[in-house]
């Protein structure tokens, strides 16, 4: 059985950003070598950069990949998922069980691919976001019936060499595809919003843009590193009657907290909505 410390070959289905980028990241973390990766894309130029960046062998298809890999990943986005599972499924008849899967398609639960192959794999869902392609990203994992605690680790192992990630109840990936898979955007409309407040007040866009950014970058590594309460941090930033009392009572004027927590709670339930299809 394969273990964190033993993780064995990886093969990945679907060659694009993602599979890249997790490729890229076990690489650098030591967990694979590049004659453990194999991949199979339906698009020749996906699996030539895949090849490129990442030293892997390119398989002739997707059974190819299943047959040479210990723990297999589906990247491949979640309309193509039935026509790629075809020929898993073939691979896998005579033991369905052998291969550790890992699913990072959105919105597509344990039970369609317990369907569309057979119930007794050992499946783990994931629900990673698009920072892990700069090896910051934010993860939550659920393990099917079958596999085992030891596959979980296997499978956090992997994702903490692009960020950090968390074992869950599948029934809580919701939650995590409102909070972390569809955050960045939010924090994005943040940047952009802070770098357009600089340049109202007189900033350059590009300096602005560079001090926002790394506002946020920084605040969120301090809270990181302290572990203090965010209430407390800002605390300690906002002075009796100052600049930050000021900006930060316009904020709540403006509902700030409340729209966060609305968004995150939307995304949220679109996710269930889409996963109930």
Request: charged share 20%.
């Amino acid at each position: 059985m394969t273990t964190a410390c033993n993780i064995g070959n990886i093969g990945f289905i679907g060659l694009g950003q993602m599979a890249t980028a997790l490729a890229s990241g076990f690489l650098r973390a030591g967990l694979v070598s590049p004659e453990r990766l194999f991949g199979f894309d339906v698009s020749p130029d996906a699996a030539a950069r895949f090849a490129s960046t990442t030293g892997a062998t390119v398989c002739a298809d997707a059974a190819e990949t299943v047959a040479k890999a210990d723990v297999v990943f589906f990247a491949v986005k979640p309309q193509y998922m039935s026509a790629a599972l075809e020929p898993v499924r073939a691979a896998l008849s005579d033991a369905p069980s052998s291969k550790l899967l890992v699913s990072i398609a959105a919105g597509l639960p344990i039970a369609y691919f317990e369907s569309a192959l057979f119930p007794e794999i050992r499946l783990v869902r994931v629900m990673p976001n698009t920072p892990a392609l700069v090896g910051a990203g934010a993860a939550g994992f659920a393990r099917s019936q079958n596999a085992t605690p030891e596959d979980g680790a296997v499978v956090g192992e992997l994702l903490r060499s692009v960020g950090s990630a968390f074992e869950l109840a599948e029934s809580q990936l919701d939650a995590v595809t409102g909070l972390s898979g569809s955050g960045p955007a939010f924090v994005y409309l943040a940047l952009e919003a802070l770098a357009d407040g600089g340049v109202k007040a007189g900033l350059p866009r590009p300096i602005a843009l560079e001090l926002a950014a790394q506002t946020l970058k920084g605040g969120a590594e301090m809270y990181l590193q302290t572990r203090k309460h965010p209430g407390e941090l800002k605390d300690a930033v906002t002075s009796p009657a100052g600049t930050t009392i000021a900006g930060v009572a316009a904020l709540e004027e403006r509902g700030f907290r409340s729209a966060l927590i609305e968004a995150v709670d939307r995304a949220t339930t679109r996710s269930r909505e889409l996963g109930a299809r």
